[in-house]
Nanobody, 125 residues
Framework: QVRLVESGGGLAQPGGSLRLSCAAS????????IGWFRQTPQTEREGLSC????????TYFGSAVGRFTISKDSNKNIVYLQMNDLKPDDAATYSC??????????????????WGHGTQVTVSS
């Protein structure tokens, strides 16, 4: 059974940093691409970043470019999202998902065959 569990969310000050983790079980990070997404009650799901199963190549989109870094530890089966220079607009529920579809398609509506429940990020002084 595939399971993805996010952690690392919480309260950060503007300009601060958080590192999110996505712990995977029931699948191998060498067989699945892992994407990070965020959403608020007022916004649609936003694809932020994805790391390739084959060569760990990172891909970034929109708000993540230049501020977020995705990485993975295949031995521990964990994918990380390092978020720097956080802004109030970054407040959201952050989720990870797994799929064998390419990372450059994470904005497709059906990307993500398995999803975690999310971790909440709040950015406030």
């Amino acid at each position: 059974q595939v399971r993805l569990v996010e952690s690392g969310g919480g309260l950060a000050q503007p300009g601060g940093s958080l590192r999110l983790s996505c712990a995977a079980s029931g699948l191998s990070l060498t067989e699945y691409n892992i994407g990070w997404f965020r959403q608020t009650p007022q916004t649609e799901r936003e694809g932020l970043s994805c790391i390739s199963r084959h060569d760990s190549k990172p891909t970034y989109f929109g708000s993540a470019v230049g501020r977020f870094t995705i990485s993975k530890d295949s031995n521990k089966n964990i994918v990380y999202l390092q978020m720097n220079d956080l802004k109030p607009d970054d407040a959201a529920t952050y989720s990870c998902a797994a799929d064998q579809k390419p990372c450059d398609r994470i904005w497709d509506w059906n990307w993500g065959t398995s999803w975690g429940h999310g971790t909440q990020v709040t950015v406030s002084s």
